[in-house]
């Protein structure tokens, strides 16, 4: 049994002992990250590295945020924003001006819904009959009908969303920003957690999640879309139970000697305390993730019993027991891009909305039985959304190109007001024209919901300071909360 007078150092442990993923693995992974080097690097003074769970910068009305991001751009004007005037001028030319990214099958002849839209709820919000799930729970949403990111591609304006900037890759997604201001509620779990989709990575694959030039520690954490959505959770046979007990403890002993013997190696302490944390997970994660002790009447609202709602309403369901077990961030992600309906809308939209509609609006219902959706913020849309025009024939064959000009999200939950739209696009949907809203705006209203601000969070790394809108005009907005926002200075 090692103690404090043992001949064995740390360095000398790690080189000499073999038992499994102890030692050996944390030295490799280690080394790997750059945190064993003589001089450490240490790019940010303001917050520690780490994933301890630390106040926000005032009253927060949420703590937790699940994201149901739809890659590809859902089509507002068949969906959240019901346009009289472009089913009355169907067939017709539209007179503006249009930015096409499809020039080959580009049209300038509109096309109406084949949709109807009707009022739901004691709000009277319209929402179309492809979306009768959420229309039954539009009480409790802000539809926000005019964001506008002012690209028409998906890239460039998946990248505006998650990381401040538009089309630039390397820096933190949102979920990142909120967890290295935040930390992490649980011991067991990671703080950000992506559930990923059977059919594949979404567009721009794991830029979606990255943690840019924070430390890989506040990046989301992948989960598989199929069990097990965590592999190796399980140690080998042979150092299960006591023996890998003593191991992780006596891994423990060395690894904070080493500390005490070089303090201020923030980046060696969050590394090690990640090792743990997988330890940890090995129990909690397998528990959060089991979704078959659930009561009956909740798989069925999520759709479980239902060929094409089985496998989003199990994610749905599984992003309601992480955020109920203290996962600080949850983002759901669709394979490819399945709402770029460049063509066939007529069956193509249906065919996603009958896949995610009644699990997203489960979770909505879910969460509210439960007394959670109060403290936590939901978000579900696209990047983009789609031109009133046709593209292609006005036929069965027809469908829509980008439109980043705008298009409407929804958000509920975490001191959003319910019941309620805001801002406006043009008569036909093409662009937003009251109360327009960039993924800055975004930003800055779901981090002010969170308890921080976000032009006081700051990570210093290139030789300077990082924020997530870096200094381009964001607002709260102040419209959609149920209460006034936080003012600083």
């Not at 840019?212 to 190796?232: A, H």
């Not at 305390?273 to 999520?302: C, F, G, N, W």
Request: proline residues 6%; glycine residues 12%.
């Amino acid at each position: 049994m090692w103690t404090e007078s043992s001949r064995w150092g740390r360095r000398a442990f790690l080189a000499n002992t073999g038992f499994g993923v102890g030692a050996f693995a944390l030295a490799s992974l280690l080394k790997q990250d750059g945190v064993l080097a003589e001089s450490p690097q240490k790019p940010n003074e303001n917050l520690p590295l780490n994933l301890s769970a630390r106040p926000p910068m005032f009253a927060p009305k949420a703590n937790a945020m699940i994201s149901l991001f739809m890659h590809g751009g859902p089509s507002h004007v068949d969906l959240l924003d019901p346009k009289p005037e472009l089913s009355r001028l169907h067939g017709k030319e539209y007179g503006g001006d249009v930015a096409f990214s499809f020039v080959n099958r580009a049209s300038k002849t509109l096309l109406g819904s084949p949709w109807t839209f009707r009022k739901h709820g004691e709000s009277g919000t319209e929402v179309s009959e492809l979306l009768p799930e959420i229309a039954g729970v539009v009480d409790d949403l802000c539809v926000i009908r005019s964001m506008h990111t002012g690209h028409n591609g998906h890239e460039v304006s998946i990248r505006y969303f998650h990381g401040g900037l538009a089309g630039i890759t390397g820096r933190p997604t949102l979920g990142s920003w909120i967890v290295y201001g935040l930390g992490s509620e649980s011991d067991e779990l990671p703080a950000y957690m992506v559930l990923s989709d059977p059919g594949g990575q979404p567009v721009d694959g794991s830029h979606n999640w990255s943690s840019g030039f924070m430390p890989p520690l506040y990046q989301g954490t992948v989960l598989r879309p199929q069990e097990p959505r965590i592999l190796n959770l399980d140690p080998p046979a042979h150092l299960r139970g006591t023996v890998q007990e003593n191991n992780l403890s006596f891994l423990d002993q060395l690894n904070q000697r080493h500390l005490e013997q070089h303090p201020g190696e923030a980046d060696l302490e969050s590394r090690i305390r990640s090792y743990e944390l997988a330890a940890s997970m090995q129990v909690a994660a397998k528990e959060a993730l089991d979704v078959s002790e659930e009561p009956e009447s909740i798989k069925r609202l999520y759709g479980l019993d239902h060929d094409d709602t089985r496998e989003y309403g199990t994610r749905c369901l599984i992003a309601r027991r992480l955020v109920e077990r203290g996962v600080r961030f949850v983002q759901l992600f669709l394979g490819g891009q399945p709402w770029d309906n460049h063509n066939t809308i007529k069956s193509s939209l249906p065919a996603i909305c009958r896949r995610t509609d009644r699990p997203a609006a489960a979770l909505i219902k879910d969460l509210k039985q439960r007394g959670l959706l109060e403290t936590t913020l939901v978000h579900w849309g696209g990047e983009i959304g789609r031109l009133p025009v046709t593209e292609g024939a006005l036929d069965d064959s027809a469908g829509r190109d980008h439109n980043g000009q705008g298009f409407s999200i929804w958000m509920a939950g975490g001191g959003i007001q319910g019941g309620m739209t805001y801002g406006a696009t043009d008569e036909v949907g093409h662009r937003a024209v009251e109360n327009i809203v960039t993924p800055n705006d975004f930003q800055a209203t779901v981090m002010n919901l969170l308890g921080l601000d976000h032009e006081q969070l700051i990570y210093r790394a290139n030789g300077r300071e990082h924020r997530i809108t870096d200094g381009r005009p964001s607002q709260i907005l102040e419209g959609i909360l149920q209460s006034p926002p936080h003012q600083t200075g």
